[in-house]
């Protein structure tokens, strides 16, 4: 009974709820997966990441913006990270993949914004490079950026990021609490039919599986049916692809990326990144014709940490098992999940250019289909 109290006064709260007072789904009762988050249930959970924004909101047509993700508060160019990357589907302008592909490593932070801003965001972090004390000689860069294409909100063709829009969010780049919903790279994005964005998720395995974390976060921009924890909330709400609602964009994109503290080189963050994908499906994703799905994975362990400025011809590393990965692909499913659900309860409804609007997901009828499915935390 005290708990069908606070569920009914939970939705007479979002029924008057302010634009900043949205609530995760955790926070809800809606508890997917069966591994437990981080403190911060976010991708800085993993010790060292760091995530800055930069928001634009300017006018009646440009909603967009640029996210940035540091693997560690170091060097990135002399201490590299291994990292790998997996294309779900490659309807996408991914930056810097093949790089990555080759040799197995990021140098760089990971940029995040829309289609077509994704070169300036890219020349933004190679001139952050090139500035780091140290790297006066460097003569090559590979930035990693994604994008999603947020054309719908955003005046796209007005290619209104600028390079001091990415230095802002480097500088602001920090650990702790990440900013979700509609902000940074995810202020114009869409969502399974609702108001997409910027999600943020972790699992942290249990000492007796080796007490990793594995967090993840998304740039929420896709289409299919909306699932929640197993509930068919797009199907109940009568949105969702091929629903007849106009406009359905099951085209768009996603990006996501993960880190751990897990010691894993590339070939076993390419086999992280892949279980990451699954995460999409759990929500209702299929990775339409038009949808760009990419998973970027790092490590930060200092296990496997790459010396740039190492000499001689060889390193040492210590990895996992390969049998010791199957929990963390367990996580990297969960956390992607959750991110991508986050996202969506977060984000804000926006208008922008044309007059377009795209509705936040309806939280309170959201709720009331989760209690009919017995689907909310007693």
Do not use: C
């Amino acid at each position: 009974m005290r708990y069908i109290a606070l569920f009914f006064i939970a939705i007479l709260s979002f029924q008057t709820i302010d634009a900043q007072e949205r609530q995760r789904p955790r926070e809800l009762g809606i508890t997917p997966g069966i591994l437990t988050p981080g403190s911060l249930n976010a991708i800085t959970d993993v010790e060292g990441v760091k995530v800055g924004h930069r928001t634009i909101i300017e006018g009646k047509n440009i909603r967009t913006g640029v996210t940035v993700i540091l693997p560690h508060d170091g060097d990135l160019f002399k201490s590299r990270v291994p990292a790998a990357v997996y294309v779900g589907n490659g309807f996408g302008k991914a930056l810097g993949f093949t790089q990555v592909q080759e040799l197995g490593e990021i140098e760089t932070p990971i940029g995040l914004t829309n289609t077509l801003s994704i070169h300036t965001v890219a020349n933004g972090i190679t001139d952050y490079v090139l500035r780091q004390p140290g790297n006066e000689n460097v003569r090559s860069v590979n930035p990693v950026v994604g994008e999603t294409n947020d054309g719908w909100l955003n005046d796209i063709r007005g290619r209104h990021v600028t390079m001091q829009h990415v230095f802002d969010a480097l500088e602001d780049a920090k650990g702790g609490p990440v900013e979700e919903g509609s902000v940074g790279a995810g202020t114009g994005t869409s969502a399974l039919g609702y108001k997409g964005g910027i999600g943020t998720s972790s699992r942290k395995l249990p000492e007796t599986l080796g007490g990793y974390t594995v967090g993840v976060l998304v740039q929420s921009n896709f289409g299919g049916v909306l699932s929640i924890d197993g509930a068919p909330v797009g199907d109940e709400l009568d949105n969702h692809y091929l629903s007849g609602q106009v406009p359905y964009n099951v085209d768009g994109s996603i990006m996501i990326v993960v880190a751990t503290d897990a010691p894993l080189l590339s070939r076993n963050l390419e086999r992280l990144a892949k279980r990451a994908f699954l995460g999409i499906s759990r929500v209702g994703g299929f990775a339409s014709n038009g949808s760009g799905d990419y998973v970027i994975a790092f490590s930060t362990s200092e296990e496997v940490r790459i010396d740039a400025k190492k000499s001689g011809s060889t390193q040492t590393y210590t990895e996992l098992n390969n049998s010791a990965t199957t929990p963390l692909f367990l996580a990297a499913v969960e956390a992607t999940e959750e991110a991508i659900l986050n996202s969506l309860f977060m984000a804000t409804t926006i208008t922008g250019d044309r007059g377009h609007t795209q509705e936040a997901l309806p939280i309170p009828k959201v709720l009331e289909i989760m209690e009919k499915y017995n689907l909310l935390e007693q």
